[in-house]
């Protein structure tokens, strides 16, 4: 078994109490991980950073070490899993997640924390401004602008006289609602399209979001991305199906568990370019002086077993655009 992988699945028995006193001893810097899915799912994700930071010049276990928290997409977790790391005294944390983020800026105002996925960090209070955050946090967005009229031009392109689609996001992302609302009736009112704005508050409140969807005849659906969503993702798609609904994501593991396209960030791009952060940093300089940067990297997939169960035919110019096919 890899270090790594041993480490991961320690879950916090004696070897990070060891890495801590390791890196006050001045050796390796740590550098430590909270991540919002579960080891599979981080995979991709790890090694494109990890790659990053040998392109760097940086080998792990050689010159730094790593140490890993997984939330499992539960938000009550995540400040405990954060104030363990701060404990830990790791030299830089990286999170996956706003909400990762989040915890991590409540729980250390001290240790700098690398996000790979940021929203509206400015509104947040994470940052000052994009171009000299200030405090301890840095990283990547993973908004673009207009996306709302991307994502809903994307449900007119795919269903035939699309006239409405209903939006959902989860209450534990704060930038995600205020985002939905101050973006999403713009975008509606230059498509001339009614929009019916849905918020949950946990799973439990999936299935009556999808009967709102119902009822009030939306004939597409646009998901975002937070913890929440992201956990329940296969249960929102099935709540799709069910109602011959397309799904139009934020992220594309949305899309490989059932729904039907996604419009997105590259995360996995975003993991690579951390490194870049994290390398900066460990060299002496300070995250409040790294700009916060925007996306390059976005990517559209779509699932055509889920278009086919929907009863819907993709048009092939949206085939002959999208990054990947899944067949």
Not at 247 to 257: K, L, M, P, Q
Request: net charge neutral; proline share 7%; aromatic share 6%.
């Amino acid at each position: 078994m890899r270090r790594r992988e041993f480490i991961a699945g320690l879950g916090g028995a004696a070897a990070w109490p060891l890495l801590a006193r390791a890196q006050a001893r001045g050796k390796r810097p740590v550098v430590a991980f909270l991540i919002v899915g579960p080891a599979p799912n981080s995979t991709p994700h790890v090694a494109a950073f990890t790659q990053g930071m040998v392109d760097l010049g940086w080998v792990e276990r050689r010159d730094y070490e790593v140490i890993y928290r997984f939330s499992a997409s539960d938000v009550a977790r995540m400040p405990l899993l954060a104030e363990e790391l701060v404990r830990l005294e790791p030299r830089i944390v990286v999170t996956s997640s706003t909400a990762e983020t989040l915890a991590m800026a409540r729980a250390t105002a001290t240790i700098p924390v690398v996000g790979t996925v940021i929203n509206d960090p400015i509104g947040l209070g994470l940052a000052a401004s994009y171009s000299k955050p200030g405090g301890n946090v840095t990283g990547i967005l993973i908004t673009v602008d207009d996306l709302p009229t991307k994502l809903f031009d994307l449900a007119l392109e795919v269903v035939p006289g699309c006239r409405s689609i209903g939006t959902l996001v989860s209450t534990a992302s704060p930038a995600n609602v205020r985002f939905q609302r101050d973006n999403e009736a713009t975008a509606a009112a230059q498509l001339k399209i009614a929009r019916i704005p849905v918020a949950v508050n946990g799973p439990e409140e999936l299935d009556i979001a999808f009967e709102t969807f119902a009822h009030e005849k939306v004939q597409a659906v646009v998901v975002y991305t937070d913890p929440l969503l992201f956990a329940h993702r296969r249960r929102v798609a099935d709540l799709a199906l069910m109602r011959k609904l397309p799904t139009i994501c934020g992220h594309r593991s949305n899309v490989e568990d059932g729904g039907l396209i996604s419009y997105a960030v590259n995360v996995v791009d975003s993991f690579y370019r951390a490194a870049a952060f994290v390398d900066r940093i460990l060299k002496g300089e300070k995250p409040g002086d790294l700009p916060i940067e925007f996306p390059t990297k976005l990517e559209l997939v779509i699932n055509l077993k889920t278009a086919m169960a929907l009863g819907l035919t993709v048009p092939p110019i949206l085939l002959a655009r999208a990054d990947e096919v899944i067949e």
